[in-house]
């Protein structure tokens, strides 16, 4: 697995954790990113490239640092 791909699950692996952690469906956590709720059901299986602008509304929208979503 390239370091890409174990990034992609990291971040998927988190957002989806943070996400429950917080109460939060995956309607209202993309309603609060201003995500399409496909675009969040894709992010939380570690199907999409995420950009830099996502990752930080993703982040945001979860309260989180950056560094937290990636690490």
Known sequence: MSP?????RTVASNVR?????LGLTQEV?????????RHVQ???AGDV???LRTLSVVAKAL?????DLLG
Not at 4 to 8: G, I, P, Q, T
Not at 63 to 67: A, D, G, T
Request: without cysteine; proline residues 0%.
């Open 49 to 51: 490239n995420l950009t």
């Open 63 to 67: 309260r989180l640092s950056l560094r």
């Open 4 to 8: 890409f791909d174990r990034a992609r």
């Open 17 to 21: 954790r943070r996400r429950i952690g």
């Open 29 to 37: 956590f993309a309603e609060r990113a201003n995500l399409d709720v």
């Open 42 to 44: 894709k992010i939380e």
